[in-house]
């Protein structure tokens, strides 16, 4: 307890570093009173019961501001979707494949498409979540005028949300995006305790500690999924330029055994949704078609849960092969004169690599689907559903993702100021990556 008061009397004694802090605590403030703004002519009274399925996790990313008709209604949500658009369009598209190989000019170009696109799907998200999402019995004034003001004001919102996020980038700590996520998910905790303490009442505080404990152990694993890597050795020439000998020393290239994060969860999650919307159609003609509505409109049966992990494994392959290119990093390396030992430069390292991505992918799915199904285990063991979503899933994945990035970066600043790391031991004072794989 000495060393953690001593550690936060550090890092508010230095000036930059307490500055940042308190630029994203004042921005994430604003975040949270805007996203219980409501939209100008709607009546928040009858709104509705709070948001189910796919909404229910848009609403859980947003902090619940897209339940109640804000005007962060739509959040960050549609600059994620603009930026995997264009993540994917860098993949597979000549032009932005350019782009992206063009440094600072070409950066600066793909987030001017970034922002336009957001734009667009903004307006076509917006139609879709008032027309869904806002009974016309909670629309207080024209229906015409209401979709246009609300049109408009659901874009600035989301455009001032990504203001935010790109501030809090630049002047405060942490990634502003992710900031703005992962506060949307913990403004739901406090809650969710609270819930989950009621229903096990006086004589369930026992069971509420053990489930606590083994939040804790879920945690700690997602942890380690997050920062386990693979370590290539490389093996760097030695070069003389005027007079100083430079290279010679062996380093490592960290291949994260996770390393598409949460990206495969979200395309899974998605598609989920599929099954059941389609079985409704037909469901009143065909006893088949009613039971795979039944069935995979409940996430708690096991061929929902099947179905689910199988998808997010094979999702992990499929973004882990378009976003870490092993031919790239072989002709880097090469270029800058380096070799993995025992393997000959170009195509034979770059096979080297595609194997050694190949072979810890699978685990790394494996457990990646072990922990998106998490939160189903945990509502058949008891735990009341606003509480269980923090025993995996997106949710957890978002915040220990965000929360580890956040310490690294107060990290950087105390080592450089030469005070004590925020960890007396472990790997994270000195490499990003705590958890190796041999």
Known sequence: MKKFITTVKNIFSIEDLRIRILNTVGLLIVFRIGSFVVLPGVDPSLLGEAATGIFGLIDTFLGGSFSRASIFGLGIMPYISASIVLQLLTVGVPYFQKLQKEGESGRKRINQITRILTILITFAQGIGYITATIPDEAIVIDKTLFMVSGLILLTSGTMFCMWIGEKITEKGIGNGISMLIMIGIISALPGAIISESLSKGGGGILLLILEAVILFFVVVGVVALTEAVRRIPVQYAK???????????????????????????????SLMFLPALIAQIWAENSDIAAYIGTTFSDFTSWQYNL??????????????????????????????????????????????????????????????????????????????????QFYGGTSLLIMVGVILDTLRQIESYLLMRHYEGMMKSGNMKNDPSSFAVA
């Open 239 to 269: 070069q003389v330029v005027g007079g100083k000998v430079y290279g010679g020393q062996r380093q490592y290239i960290p291949i994260k055994v996770n390393a598409s994060g949460v990206m495969p969860i979200i395309f899974a999650q």
């Open 307 to 388: 179905v689910f992990a199988i998808m997010i494994i094979l999702f992990t392959f499929f973004y882990t092969a378009i976003t870490v290119n092993p031919e790239q990093i072989a002709e880097d390396m090469k270029r800058n004169g380096g070799f993995v030992p025992g393997i000959k430069p170009g195509a034979p390292t770059s096979e080297f690599i595609d194997n050694i991505i190949s072979r810890i992918t699978l685990p790394g799915s494996i457990l990646l689907a072990l922990v998106a199904i998490m939160p189903a285990f945990a509502i058949i063991a008891g735990v009341s559903g606003e509480f269980a």
